[in-house]
């Protein structure tokens, strides 16, 4: 079985200010993980993926996850939030040649002017 | 050119109806899916589809009945609707490996 927790419902950040979305999941294999955000009445937006390789990666609009093994942790992040950063972030999981992704249950993030 | 389309993107109608949402992906990907997103945003898993062969069927009750035509295709028809059914409804497609999924815009179904 595979799950995601985000432990935060929301974050709020000022424009400027480093931005952290918490991210843990649970698979019996080995994890591929992902961040997608959704702007309101829209579908979902790739942000980023790890699937094997450094653990540190990059992703679109400045952001940036860490895999941490150990933790069991994928958070998001990024050096400077902006007003338009405001939405809803989902990090999802999915075990190696499975084809089920799981989701959490979202982050809203308010980043204020 | 859209990658993944669903038509309706809204939908009203009353308990008991029957309806259906259609999805069309033109990225030539393998597998598809349905989600479910609740009124708290939560996102639940409904079914999958690899080259037209059922993959994923989560506990979904069975008046929700999925039909892939052809790989490019994943429509969701739904019998006899409830109150419950209320949500939006995410088709999403994705390519073979490690590809993440590629969602359409969504299909709001309220039931009146």
């Known amino acids: 079985a595979q799950s995601v927790a985000q432990p935060e419902d929301q974050v709020n950040v000022a424009e400027g200010n480093p931005l952290t979305v918490k991210c843990t999941y649970s698979?019996?294999?080995?994890?591929?993980l992902f961040w997608y955000v959704q702007y309101p009445n829209r579908g979902l937006q790739f942000l980023l993926k790890?699937?094997?390789?450094?653990?540190l990666v990059k992703g679109s609009y400045g952001f940036e996850a860490e895999f941490n093994k150990s933790q069991t942790s994928f958070h998001l992040k990024k050096p400077s939030a902006l007003v338009s950063d405001s939405a809803l972030y989902f990090c999802a999981v999915r075990d190696m040649g499975d084809y089920k992704l799981s989701f959490g249950a979202g982050t809203t993030v308010t980043v204020r002017a | 050119d859209t990658a993944v389309s669903q038509t309706p993107k809204y939908l009203v109608t009353q308990m008991g109806n029957d309806k259906s949402i259609k999805c069309e992906q033109n990225?030539?990907?393998?597998?598809m899916y349905w989600y479910k997103q609740d009124s708290k945003k939560f996102l639940k898993i409904m079914f999958s589809?690899?080259?037209?062969?059922?993959?994923i069927n989560e506990t979904v009750p069975n008046r929700f009945s999925p039909k892939s035509p052809d790989k490019a295709h994943l429509n969701l028809h739904i019998n006899s609707l409830e109150l419950g059914d209320s949500a939006v409804y995410f088709c999403?497609?994705?390519?073979?490996?490690?590809?993440?999924?590629?969602f359409g815009e969504g299909s709001r179904l309220t039931v009146l």
């Open positions: 790890y699937i094997t390789g450094d653990n």
């Open positions: 999403a497609s994705r390519g073979t490996g490690t590809g993440e999924l590629f």
């Open positions: 990225l030539g990907h393998d597998t």
């Open positions: 698979v019996s294999g080995n994890p591929y």
């Open positions: 589809y690899n080259n037209k062969e059922l993959i």
